[in-house]
């Protein structure tokens, strides 16, 4: 497969009377997005705010964060969920609105969902304080399931940003690179003397409002397949999961997947970049072992020399990641885990919740557990009600003032176990 992406990048947002693209600038209809969202009769309440890099605003409780992207050709933009999932994508031209992002906010829906400062020590730890963020805030009717106000307020985000994506269709891209991977067979050939690498790709799919969605499927009712990595790029994957914020994979890290990005780099280089196998993160110990076993099985399939291995979450998927370790390497393939830790605040205790005498090589994206300051801010997108409900915050936490403490944990994608993100660990 191959695939054109297209980046214009986007300096501001302002809201206008016409949606489109001009200068560096978004402009944004207000009133032609908020209706969009109230399509659905499950939300009553829809405002849209926008948030700078630098200023003192904070964005909680954040659900998803988003690319507007549109497929000029070659498919549809959230293929199984908006879009057809009929021609896959991965292949064609895709054009992205660089630089800025659309982020869904509003009531709670699990204690999973995180922070965004734009300034102050916590922006350090978040990419999104970086971006200019379109918020769109939302407000559920009363009384609705929480898998029902889930699935609203992520179709939410998806469509406002397929409906800006719309916008840049027929601008000129700043860059435009192309990605490819080839069937198996000619991949291997087309660098015989490079070490095959694949990518194993563990999505979040525990339920209870842990879920991922592959071409509009709920993660957990597949089992593992070969992906291109171009799909993961492109789209074939969203985000429907309130896990811990710190390593929640938005739909956003699926676009911008880092061990996808850096092996693309790599191939052709020092490495043969053979594909990508995309398996779950299973809740009983059944499932668990068939699933690594699949994961085994394709990776000695694809004759591969070496894979990457990411998670999402922590605690009860670490097993999942040292079965798949374990498995692979016993294949006479070479690992390399990549995932994040939580040792306590005082970090002393076990870091991870399995490990294997395989587990050789790992890559650490920080610890969750440590704590700090979160100072008070001038603005708030969305409500600080449950701040000290949220995973990393607790009882007592937030001060009359505004400003908290809280763990790491808290801050969106600030440890998140694929690299995306500044935080590491160093070996003694």
């Known amino acids: 497969m191959k695939l054109e992406l297209g980046k214009i990048k986007i300096e501001d947002i302002r809201f206008a009377d016409k949606t489109e693209v001009k200068d560096h600038v978004l402009y944004v209809n207000k009133e032609e997005v908020e209706k969009l969202v109230?399509?659905?009769?499950?939300?009553?309440?829809?405002?849209?705010?926008?948030?700078?890099?630098?200023?003192?605003?904070?964005?909680?409780p954040v659900k998803d964060v988003i690319e507007p992207r549109v497929k000029v050709s070659g498919g549809e933009i959230?293929?199984?969920?908006?879009?057809?999932?009929?021609?896959?994508?991965?292949?064609?031209?895709?054009?992205?609105?660089?630089?800025?992002?659309?982020?869904?906010?509003?009531?709670?829906?699990?204690?999973?969902?995180?922070?965004?400062?734009?300034?102050?020590?916590?922006?350090?730890?978040?990419?999104?304080?970086?971006?200019?963020?379109?918020?769109?805030v939302i407000e559920p009717a009363d009384g609705l399931e929480t898998h029902v106000y889930e699935k609203a307020g992520r179709m939410a985000g998806l469509k406002v940003a397929a409906y800006l994506g719309e916008a840049g269709r027929n601008v000129e891209p700043d860059t435009l690179e192309t990605f490819e991977t080839k069937p198996i067979f000619e991949q291997a050939k087309e660098y015989p003397d490079l070490p095959k690498v694949g990518y194993v790709h563990m999505l979040q799919s525990q339920g209870l409002l842990h879920d991922t969605y592959y071409y509009g499927v709920d993660a957990k009712n597949f089992v593992p397949t070969f992906m291109y990595p171009t799909e993961i790029m492109d789209g074939a994957i969203v985000s429907g999961n309130c896990v811990a914020p710190c390593d929640k994979v938005t739909t956003y890290h699926h676009f911008h997947n880092p061990v996808i990005e850096d092996c693309y780099k790599h191939h052709g280089k020092d490495i043969n970049f053979m594909g990508v196998i995309l398996t779950n993160e299973n809740v009983f110990l059944a499932d668990k072992e068939r699933h690594s076993d699949m994961v085994a099985k394709l990776a000695e399939f694809m004759g591969l020399d070496g894979v990457l291995i990411t998670e999402e979450g922590y605690g009860n998927p670490d097993t999942d990641l040292m079965m798949n370790c374990r498995k692979v390497e016993r294949k006479g393939i070479k690992v390399v885990l990549i995932t994040d830790?939580?040792?306590?605040?005082?970090?002393?205790?076990?870091?991870?919740?399995?490990?294997?005498?395989?587990?050789?090589?790992?890559?650490?994206c920080g610890?969750?557990?440590?704590?700090?300051?979160?100072?008070?801010?001038?603005?708030?997108?969305?409500?600080?009600?449950?701040?000290?409900?949220q995973i990393g915050g607790w009882a007592g936490c937030v001060n009359p003032d505004g400003s908290f403490e809280a763990e790491l944990q808290i801050i969106i994608a600030s440890t998140i176990a694929n690299g995306f993100n500044k935080l590491a660990a160093r070996g003694y």
């Not at 610890?367 to 409900?389: C, H, R, S, W």
């Open 78 to 136: 959230f293929p199984g969920v908006i879009g057809k999932v009929t021609p896959p994508v991965g292949t064609g031209r895709t054009h992205a609105l660089d630089g800025m992002t659309v982020i869904t906010v509003g009531r709670i829906v699990g204690f999973q969902e995180g922070v965004i400062d734009m300034s102050g020590p916590a922006a350090d730890y978040c990419p999104f304080s970086k971006t200019v963020n379109l918020c769109v």
């Open 367 to 389: 610890q969750g557990n440590a704590t700090l300051q979160f100072p008070a801010m001038d603005k708030v997108i969305g409500t600080m009600d449950y701040i000290e409900n």
């Open 341 to 364: 830790e939580f040792p306590g605040k005082d970090g002393k205790s076990q870091s991870l919740a399995d490990t294997c005498e395989e587990a050789t090589a790992l890559a650490s």
């Open 38 to 60: 109230l399509e659905d009769d499950k939300l009553i309440g829809c405002h849209l705010e926008i948030a700078h890099p630098g200023e003192s605003t904070r964005i909680t």
